[in-house]
């Protein structure tokens, strides 16, 4: 996708990822995604902020913690390529918080595999799956918890 025509249309709100080389993998992800898809996102952020389990999406917004999955990649950049794909379809998909009431499921996470890799990104999903494991359904109930630690 282009980006800059994304942050023209706004559907690329903000975009604050401080980390330059992180940001790097995130632009990386963001341009190799086939630009048909870009109309079927709906205005998205990304951040880097604390996030317990490396990663999560809430109200559309993506939220990325460098130093977590740094830790949980092991430094390996096709994972870190694999955990952003994943988290981008999550968005694309809607799979929002509004949406399903505050439920990702693991339909919600096969579902954002499957869609990361139809993107182009199959080798990097599985790298990603091989280093943080299949889903797991307390793994990504990332939204419950994290609504209720608004709480
Ligand atoms: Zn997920």
């Not at 740094?70 to 794909?85: H, L, N, P, R, Y």
């Not at 990361?116 to 943080?132: T, V």
């Amino acid at each position: 996708m282009d980006m800059e025509r994304m942050r023209k249309v706004a559907t690329l709100l903000n975009y604050e990822i401080k980390d330059l080389n992180f940001k790097r993998l995130v632009d990386h992800v963001l341009q190799r995604i086939p630009d048909r898809y870009e109309e079927g996102f709906l205005s998205f952020s990304i951040y880097q902020r604390y996030s317990k389990w490396g990663a999560h999406v809430y109200d559309n917004n993506v939220y990325f913690d460098v130093k977590k999955l740094e830790e949980k990649s092991g430094g390996d950049e096709d994972v870190k390529i694999g955990f952003i794909a994943h988290e981008l379809a999550h968005v694309f998909l809607n799979h929002t918080s509004s949406q399903n009431q505050g439920r990702l499921t693991l339909k919600h996470e096969d579902e954002a595999d499957e869609f990361a890799s139809m993107w182009g990104f199959a080798k990097e999903i599985k790298a990603f799956r091989q280093k943080i494991g299949p889903p797991a359904v307390e793994e990504e109930i990332d939204i419950i918890i994290y609504t209720l630690s608004r709480c």
